[in-house]
């Protein structure tokens, strides 16, 4: 199978309490009809299950989707696990409501994007067939 | 006369030949699609009396009350919460000294959740998106200073609203304020949960019973409460269309009523203190016929459909909020001008409250300085634009009463699909509502609503200023709300040293009381508020009734 025909397998996930999943969804279907395989978690996700599940799935990149202010927390998190598991070549991405001063927080610790309010899903769509198709290449794929 | 079609096949189209129609979506956020011109023909023949009546009669459409904002403006009911109860208590002082009338209470996601502070899911989340509440002490500090007796109070809280209304009563008590003086609300809504805010915790049908306790124990114990805010909102923020949120809220309305009336309460014991609570979106003239069907349809359905013979019953009384999700993160200022376009349909559209977002909220939770600016909006609304001068100044409008009809009309559709989902049953609008949960029947229609309008924003149909066009090449930087990260170990504290101080065998009696009622399917109120009296916290009496309903865990779909 070469590049052109492998599929980009994403997991969009929803960390913590929060059950804002209007933009987790629409990013998932615009994914999905852009020919990648996507699974989508559901609510309340930990941390622990979003990796697990990333793994189980063989994903190549991971969304979050968080709306209530506890993004910092969450993604430190998944980056710390997928770190420990020897998986940190999973692009790991998201959005939400995340202000402006906090991206390049997030960009430091090794988030590969964050897609705000305003976002048209064909950026995201942009970037994974960019940078999914690196990662590959990276592992020999 | 002239026909409109005559109209239309001449000057209309002579002029659209010499300048073709512009190139984008001539329709409501709905679908509906309006004709370029209404004219009496559109609405004939009209009875006055059948479609609208007066305001403060039947079938009100024109306005609940007989003189409304002549008499008295809607309260203008900022919602608030942030950290810690102290800073939320004094951001309330601050909208009350800037002339808010009305308080209500944000909380934070544990809260909402039914998880105190200092639970491991709660990492991270306290205080972020709300005050954190886990007992009777943090509600002590929360409305230090205010007097209950003198201001109404809404509190957005739905699975644990039994809890949260429980430890409001419990300070009142204390604090030696009487309850049959108390006026507030309680959002206290877990249909919609299901539907589309996804806060639930436990399963809907013990869900809905939590919810009936408070239309049985309500109404004798704290006669100027409203025990529930059915609600729109949240189904219209997650992606519902303005035909969508109407039905579905009023479908969710019914089917409390008939789960009230199956419980053998009397319709016009419960029904006078059902409030409600609707989006106010940005298709300025369809919110407004949004809010006149709405009035019309209840009104219609709870007289002639259930039998209601106190007028109060029929009335839809409403509180409204700007549309957070129509805010934008780019070129935030803008956000004042939407939010005054939508606050003056609210208006026009009779509404009884409302609250109005601040310009920073695709940022953040609001700024002092922004929610000021919000709250001056309502404010210039009432007292420079005119607006109040008359009721329902709308009222004969061609466009305005067609599209009346028309929302009415769409709108009694979706609610016999949902109806006929509980066909066969003696409460068919409760379990209609219920199957549809059950069966991934909103999230559905809601998932479709959005992914249409995320696809017509992307091919331009649908312009957003700022975002998909007349974009600014620099951004321009404004001031956020950020939230100190000591709230969760001051709130850690804060439960520690009530755990310590309580009366330890009294909170072990109340929850076992509550457990009792919940098993046997007694009325959970007394039990909520002995507990709450005690210093049981949030997470405590939430537990309990986990062990006893169990969780609920939604179909994932797409």
């Given amino acids: 199978m070469n590049a052109m025909d492998r599929k980009i397998r994403v997991l969009i996930a929803k960390p913590g309490l929060d059950g ?20 989508y978690t559901g609510l309340r996700q930990t941390p622990e299950m979003i990796v697990s599940a990333a793994l189980q799935e063989d994903v190549d990149a991971i969304g979050l989707s968080i709306l209530s202010g506890a993004h910092m927390h969450y993604f430190s998190e998944v980056k710390r696990l997928l770190d420990e598991q020897g998986a940190s070549d999973i692009l790991l991405f998201g959005g939400g409501i995340i202000p402006d001063e906090d991206v390049p927080k997030l960009l430091a610790m090794g988030v590969a994007a964050v897609f705000g309010p305003g976002t048209l899903t064909q950026d995201i769509v942009d ?10 290449a990276k592992a020999g794929l | 006369m002239r026909k409109k079609h005559d109209w239309m096949r001449e000057t209309y189209q002579k002029s659209t030949e010499r300048m073709p129609e512009r190139k984008v979506a001539h329709r409501t956020l709905s679908g509906i699609a309006p004709d370029p011109l209404y004219t009496p023909e559109d609405i004939e023949p009209f009875d006055y009396e059948k479609k609208l009546g007066y305001p403060g009669e039947y079938p009100y459409t024109r306005g609940v009350y007989g003189s409304m904002y002549r008499s008295k403006l809607w309260t203008m009911r900022m919602f ?4 810690t109860a102290e800073q939320t208590n004094e951001r309330f002082k601050k909208l009350l000294a800037a002339g808010q009338t009305g308080l209500s209470v944000a909380f934070d996601l544990p809260t909402l959740m039914g998880y105190d502070s200092d639970h491991p899911l709660a990492k991270g989340e306290v205080g972020k998106c709300g005050v954190a509440v886990s007992s009777l002490a943090d509600m002590e500090v929360l409305f230090e200073g205010i007097n209950l007796e003198e201001v109404t109070t809404s509190m957005t809280i739905n699975s644990p609203a039994n809890a949260i209304w429980a430890m409001y009563l419990a300070l009142a008590k204390k604090k030696g304020f009487d309850w049959k003086k108390l006026g507030g609300t309680i959002q206290n809504d877990i249909l919609k949960e299901f539907i589309a805010q996804k806060e639930f915790i436990y399963p809907p049908e013990p869900s809905v019973k939590l919810v009936i306790d408070t239309f049985e124990w309500g109404p004798k114990n704290v006669p100027r409460w409203n025990f529930i805010s059915v609600s729109g909102y949240h189904i219209r923020e997650a992606g519902a ?3 969508q949120e109407l039905a579905f809220t009023l479908a969710d309305g019914f089917a409390y009523v008939e789960a009230a009336l199956a419980r053998g309460l009397e319709i016009d014991y419960f029904a006078p203190r059902i409030s409600f609570f609707f989006d106010v979106h940005n298709d300025f ?17 709870m007289k002639e459909r259930y039998g209601a013979k106190n007028p109060r019953s029929w009335m839809l009384r409403t509180h409204a909020q700007t549309a957070g999700v129509s805010l934008t993160a780019q070129q935030p200022l803008n956000n004042i001008v939407r939010v005054a376009i939508q606050a003056l349909a609210a208006v026009l559209g009779g509404t009884n409250s409302l609250h109005t977002d601040s310009y920073d909220e695709a940022l953040a939770l609001p700024t002092e300085e922004a929610a000021t ?3 001056r909006t309502q404010q210039i609304i009432a007292y420079e634009s005119g607006v109040t001068h008359t009721i329902d100044p709308l009222a004969g409008s061609y466009y305005v009463e067609w599209l009346t009809d028309k929302v009415e009309e769409e709108a009694r559709n979706y609610i016999e699909a949902i109806r006929k989902m509980g066909e066969g049953t003696p409460y ?8 549809g949960i059950e069966n991934g029947y909103f999230q559905r229609e809601i998932a479709d609503a959005s992914y249409r309008f995320q696809q017509e924003v992307e091919s331009g149909e649908r312009i957003i200023v700022g975002v998909n066009a007349f974009k600014d090449e620099k951004e321009i930087e404004v001031p956020i709300l950020t939230i100190d990260p000591e709230v969760e170990r001051v709130q850690a504290e804060r439960l520690a040293r009530v755990r310590r101080e309580r009366d330890e065998a009294r909170v072990k009696e109340a929850l076992e009381g509550l457990r009792q009622a919940a098993v046997t399917g007694q009325n959970t109120m007394p039990h ?11 997470g405590e009496m939430m537990d309990v009734l986990r062990k006893v309903y169990g969780i609920y865990e939604e179909p994932v779909m797409v």
Avoid at chain 2, 285 to 301: G, L, N, V
Avoid at chain 2, 428 to 435: A, D
Wanted: glycine share 6%; aromatic share 12%.
């Fill in chain 1, 20 to 39: 804002h999943d209007r933009g987790a969804k629409v990013v998932a279907r615009a994914l999905r009809d852009a020919g990648m395989e996507v699974i």
């Fill in chain 1, 127 to 136: 970037f994974l067939k960019r940078e999914v198709p690196k990662r590959w």
């Fill in chain 2, 80 to 83: 608030a919460g942030f950290g």
């Fill in chain 2, 241 to 243: 269309t303005a035909v």
């Fill in chain 2, 285 to 301: 003239f369809e919110e407004i016929a949004k809010f006149r069907a709405a009035r019309r349809i209840w009104a219609t359905e």
């Fill in chain 2, 373 to 375: 600016i919000a709250l």
């Fill in chain 2, 428 to 435: 068919p609008t409760l379990y209609g509502v219920i199957r």
């Fill in chain 2, 528 to 538: 909520f508020v002995e507990a709450a009296l005690a210093y049981a916290t949030l």
